[in-house]
Each structure stands twice: as structure tokens, then as C-alpha cells.
């Protein structure tokens, strides 16, 4: 099933995205790859009781994160509700005509990881935008039950709900971190990852309300991953190339964990991970790479964020790859907030709060920790409880051409590069919208 639900973007992208023949054929490809999930007997691991009580937790998780609009969202959102609309109110391939004054318009296309967005934006178009909130509360809530009713085979009955709400509160502590460096208590609501600059590990929930289009495909291919199930390597490969289409950076991580050869030889995998990444390839422009210096700071970063949880985690050959990993992160960084390290971090940080969980249980040490951690995601969710409602999920003159400068290249494609050309269909609906003389420098760059 979680297959199914990770691939079902990429189909409804093949089909209303590329031109007739290609759809035909990635399409055939996507469900070649699905063949043995179509033979796989789905195994029900919780009692009808637990996924009832399961369903409700989840809700209220959502809910606190903004989906749907009934609590605050936070900044991300805007950008979500950009890429939403814009699907929704728009024929696909989304395409804008930007001008200013009388400069020739530049054509492109929207280019960015918009599998989280799709289903959604789908919905709506064929119902109303007012109902966009609520099929992107459903659609993922469907992954949320998917991945924790799979990662329920590798924990006990009666232990199942503290897991739950350890997973959720998990975090680095970064409370200390704060004290450290900002010399001063948080305020109430405060966002306290960024306290050290360069650098974010985000807790589970900070993910939840911020970024669930990096959080979903990480956390569903982390539970394959740990499932106590014999899981094919084939099947394990090739949910890897699925999250592509999700996050590249989730993608990365992915990497580290599966079986290159098998994935070479595995034809529906090498045939869509390379078109995803001559997709991408697409984009305006990339971001710089940037290095790190060692600091005293960013020693103790690692250490409070992730090398204490693999000191006191079971130290097997996934936590020892996922420290290796993270620390290697902590030296480089891409993009203005360092989406490098923060969104590649969030597979390899699942993995040893898991082994944490599972080593220490219901030990003082397990106590302390979690405890200090904690206070990271009751930040997040004070925020969410105590702050007027936001109504980014209501304003539908939302667009991604109303990004900044700095950051709308992320989104757009060049119109006359190669992939545009050979495979995604022609829009000839022209989609005017007025852009600053900054945006219009800046694509021009």
C-alpha cells in the first residue's frame, strides 16, 4: 500500500503532464515497477480499537499543524498554498507568462517537487478551491496511518502508544543549544531550531507543520525500511526512486540505505529515476555549495542534535551509516536555509530516535532526554494553539510568482530547455502576471 500511495502522484503527473506517448509509457513503467506490490497480501498489524485511537491521534497532529486551516499555519505555508492554487487554477503543465512593464515576457513553466501537491490540487480543480485544505488534511493522513501502522510490526502491543507519542515529541535538544548560544529563555511559540545559523535538524513535528511534502516520503520509506517484514530489495530500491518525484533531498538519503546494483538492473527504477532527474535538471538555476568551518558551535550542534541519540541508541548498521551521514551534512551548505542538511537529515534522524526508542525504553536516561527534547515540539504546537488562525489556505490570488526574489527560481522551469521540449505537453494558454524588477533581474541571471 505504501507503494501505491507514493506512486499515485507520479502517475497522475505522467498523465496529465507529458505528451501522449510518453504517458503511455511511464505509465506502463510506474505499474511494471508496482508488480509486486500488486501480489503482496496487505497485513493488518493493529487491533480495529488501535486504529481508531491511531486515526484520532493523527487527526489532532494534523489539525495542530495547520492542515485544513483550522489552526495556524506557519510561514511554509504560503509557499504551499502557491503551488496548490496554482495547480488547481491552472491547466497542466503549469504555465506563467511573466512581464514587466514593457521587457519581453519570460514563458516557463512551474518546475518544483509537487508530488505531496497533486492529489490535492486535483481534487479541487474538479470541486472548488475552498476545499483545498481539506483533501490535503486527508491525503495526508492517508500517509501518516499508512507509515505508522506499518512501523507497528516492529514495536509491542502494549507499547505502541508511547512509541506514538515519543515519535511525535522527538527531537534534538535544541532548548539547550538555545540557552547556550541566544543566553536567554525562548519565548512562548518561539521557532528555536535555527540556533545555530548555518544549520537545522528538525524535530518530527517541526516537519509535520512545516514541510510534510519532505516528512511523508521520508517517514513512509523509513517504516518499509524498518518493517519486520522480509521486504524485497527490488521493492525497497524502488520505493527509493518513488520518492524522487517527492524530495530530491529525501531522495538522497534513500541512497544510503539500498542496493545500487539491484537498482541499476531494475528497469521501471533506472527508467524513472533518470527521467526525474533530467526533469529537474529543468530548473531555472541551481544553488551554491557552501562549506562550513568547524566551530566549537557547530560541535556541540552535532552533539545535541544527533550524536547523544547514537550513544545511547543500538549502534547497528543503520544508525552507525545515519551518524556518518549526519555529520558529513554538517559541513556543507545549499540553498539560503541550508535545505541540504535539514530536509537530507530527516531520514537519517528518524533512524536513530527509532533505535533510541527501542534500546532505552522506559529507562531515566530515556526520561531526561525526552523530556529536554520535548520542549522543541511544544514550542511548535504552542505556536499553533495560541496564534490567530492564519488564511493562507483562503487566499486564492496566492501564486508562486509572488515569491521573492531570492527564492522564485526555485520553483521555475526554463521554458526552452530540452526536457520541456521532448516530453511534457504544450500549453499555449497564457497565464499573465506582473513581476517586480528584482524577479525579472534575477531570472535573468
Known amino acids: 500500500m505504501i507503494q501505491f500511495y507514493l506512486a499515485f502522484p507520479l502517475l497522475l503527473f505522467f498523465l496529465t503532464h507529458l505528451k501522449i506517448p510518453w504517458a503511455i509509457l511511464f505509465s506502463f513503467t510506474l505499474l511494471l515497477g508496482l508488480k509486486n506490490s500488486f501480489t503482496q497480501k496487505v497485513k493488518r498489524y493493529l487491533s480495529y480499537k488501535h486504529i481508531v485511537v491511531l486515526f484520532f491521534i493523527l487527526l489532532v497532529w494534523c489539525f495542530l499543524g495547520g492542515m485544513g486551516g483550522f489552526f495556524f499555519q506557519n510561514g511554509d505555508y504560503q509557499k504551499h498554498y502557491q503551488i496548490f492554487f496554482d495547480l488547481a487554477k491552472n491547466p497542466w503543465p503549469v504555465r506563467y507568462d511573466l512581464i514587466y512593464y514593457d521587457y519581453p515576457p519570460i514563458i516557463t513553466n512551474l518546475m518544483y517537487y509537487t508530488a505531496y501537491y497533486l492529489p490535492a490540487s486535483f481534487l479541487a480543480s474538479l470541486t472548488s478551491l475552498k476545499y483545498i485544505g481539506v483533501y490535503q488534511l486527508i491525503w495526508t493522513l492517508m500517509g501518516l496511518m499508512l507509515a505508522f501502522h506499518q512501523l507497528s510490526s516492529r514495536i509491542q502491543k502494549k507499547r505502541y502508544f508511547l512509541f506514538i507519542l515519543f515519535f511525535i515529541f522527538a527531537s534534538g535538544l535544541d532548548i539547550l543549544g538555545f540557552l547556550v548560544t541566544k543566553e536567554r529563555l525562548p519565548y512562548w511559540g518561539e521557532h528555536i531550531e535555527f540556533w545555530f545559523p548555518q544549520i537545522q535538524f528538525s524535530s518530527i513535528t517541526t516537519l509535520l507543520f512545516w514541510v510534510p511534502q519532505h516528512f511523508i516520503p521520508a517517514l513512509l520509506f523509513f517504516s518499509l525500511m524498518m518493517s519486520q517484514e ?154 499553533s494553539i495560541s496564534r490567530k488562525k492564519s488564511a493562507y489556505s483562503h487566499k486564492y490570488y496566492l501564486s508562486i510568482p509572488k515569491q521573492k526574489p531570492h527564492f522564485i527560481k526555485q520553483y521555475l522551469s526554463r521554458k526552452n530547455h530540452w526536457f520541456n521540449q521532448m516530453f511534457l505537453k504544450e500549453n499555449n494558454i497564457k497565464n499573465f502576471h506582473p513581476i517586480t524588477k528584482e524577479q525579472y533581474t534575477v531570472l535573468h541571471e
Request: with cysteine; net charge positive.
Open 230 to 383: 522480509k521486504i524485497h530489495e527490488e521493492n525497497l530500491n524502488f520505493t527509493s526512486v518513488l520518492t524522487l518525484f517527492w524530495s530530491p533531498f529525501v531522495f538522497l538519503s534513500t541512497l544510503v540505505f539500498i542496493s545500487y546494483r539491484k537498482t541499476i538492473k531494475h528497469i521501471p527504477s533506472l527508467f524513472i529515476g533518470s527521467f526525474f532527474i533530467a526533469y529537474y535538471s529543468s530548473k531555472v538555476s541551481g544553488e551554491k555549495i557552501e562549506f562550513i568551518s568547524p566551530s566549537f558551535v557547530l560541535l556541540l550542534f552535532f552533539f545535541l542534535e544527533a550524536f547523544i541519540f547514537y550513544l545511547l541508541s543500538k549502534k547497528d548498521f543503520l544508525a552507525k551509516k545515519s551518524i556518518f551521514f549526519l555529520f558529513l551534512l554538517c559541513f556543507v551548505k545549499i540553498g539560503y536555509f541550508n535545505d541540504l542538511a535539514m530536509r537530507t537529515s530527516i531520514l537519517f534522524l528518524m533512524v536513530l530516535f527509532f533505535q533510541f526508542f527501542q534500546k532505552n525504553k522506559k529507562t531515566l536516561v530515556f526520561s531526561l532526554i525526552f523530556l529536554i527534547g520535548m520542549m522543541n515540539p511544544f514550542q511548535e504546537i504552542y505556536r
